[in-house]
């Protein structure tokens, strides 16, 4: 007896990789984006047209701008958690190690502003408005990514802890997202370039501050947050 299951699971399968390349030419084309001109102000039908497709074809794959947001920060998250373990592996002291591991931060972040912007993005915004406006896959995907970054600092963290070297005020894990959080907004000083202080009280000032000086902060911040 004949049956057509095994064509009808050939379709299924190929119209599975037409939608999974299509949606991956909607990521690749937003990070395009990002790349060149930043995350301010794109919109869905930029990157449509980018893509050769309209602004439906893309709410087809996506549930709205954030989620396509988060899966493009996905990308940036990967490049920088080899960047953080490449870092990681040139040193063999814990401390020089974390003082590696938040130089690669920075330097990754300077280096793609774009990642910061859209890192913050998504920061910004309470968690329940992204758990209703981004699906359960993408959002795991996206929590992955995150975590494997600060995966690479916590056992940094815990390791410096066992051997002695470290005493951490918090959980290391704890520890890892604080940094993380304040670093990416150490970045935005980094980018921004400008320094307020008060030269008189109540008289404020405007100073430069360079992107290795912020470097130079962040990392010397990191070491006496766990060795003091």
Same mark, same amino acid.
């Given at each position: 007896?004949?049956?057509?299951?095994?064509?009808?699971?050939? !379709?299924?399968? #190929?119209?599975?990789?037409?939608? =999974?390349?299509?949606?991956?030419?909607?990521?690749?084309?937003?990070?395009?984006?990002?790349?060149? =001109?930043?995350?301010?102000?794109?919109?869905?039908?930029?990157?449509?047209?980018?893509?050769?497709?309209?602004?439906?074809?893309?709410? !087809?794959?996506?549930?709205?701008?954030?989620?396509?947001?988060?899966?493009?920060?996905? *990308?940036?998250?990967?490049?920088?958690?080899?960047?953080?373990?490449?870092?990681?592996? *040139?040193?063999?002291?814990? !401390?020089?190690?974390?003082?590696?591991?938040?130089?690669?931060?920075?330097?990754?972040?300077?280096?793609?502003?774009?990642?910061?912007?859209?890192?913050?993005?998504?920061?910004?915004?309470?968690?329940?408005?992204?758990?209703?406006?981004? #699906?359960?896959?993408?959002?795991? =995907?996206?929590?992955? *990514?995150?975590?494997?970054?600060?995966?690479?600092?916590?056992?940094?963290? #815990?390791?410096?802890?066992?051997?002695?070297?470290?005493?951490?005020?918090?959980?290391?894990?704890?520890?890892?997202?604080?940094?993380?959080?304040?670093?990416?907004? #150490?970045?935005?000083?980094?980018?921004?370039?400008?320094? &307020?202080?008060? &030269?008189?009280?109540?008289?404020?000032?405007? *100073?430069?501050?360079?992107?290795?000086?912020?470097?130079?902060?962040?990392?010397?911040?990191?070491?006496?947050?766990?060795?003091?």
């Amino acid at each position: 007896m004949a049956t057509n299951a095994p064509a009808t699971d050939g !379709r299924r399968k #190929a119209a599975a990789a037409r939608r =999974k390349a299509r949606q991956a030419d909607i990521i690749a084309a937003t990070r395009q984006i990002f790349d060149s =001109k930043g995350v301010r102000d794109v919109q869905i039908e930029e990157i449509a047209t980018a893509v050769g497709i309209n602004r439906a074809i893309v709410y !087809r794959h996506f549930t709205g701008k954030e989620e396509l947001f988060a899966l493009t920060l996905v *990308g940036y998250l990967e490049e920088l958690r080899e960047a953080m373990l490449a870092a990681a592996g *040139g040193a063999e002291a814990p !401390r020089e190690q974390l003082e590696a591991i938040v130089g690669a931060f920075v330097d990754y972040g300077v280096a793609h502003p774009a990642f910061v912007d859209c890192a913050q993005a998504l920061m910004v915004r309470p968690g329940e408005e992204l758990l209703l406006e981004i #699906a359960e896959g993408p959002l795991f =995907k996206l929590g992955r *990514g995150i975590t494997s970054c600060l995966a690479v600092l916590s056992q940094t963290l #815990a390791d410096g802890v066992a051997k002695g070297a470290f005493n951490l005020p918090d959980d290391p894990d704890l520890l890892a997202n604080a940094l993380y959080a304040s670093g990416l907004g #150490a970045l935005s000083l980094a980018r921004l370039g400008i320094l &307020v202080s008060e &030269v008189a009280p109540g008289i404020p000032t405007v *100073g430069q501050i360079s992107p290795a000086q912020v470097r130079s902060y962040l990392v010397r911040s990191a070491v006496a947050l766990v060795t003091a």
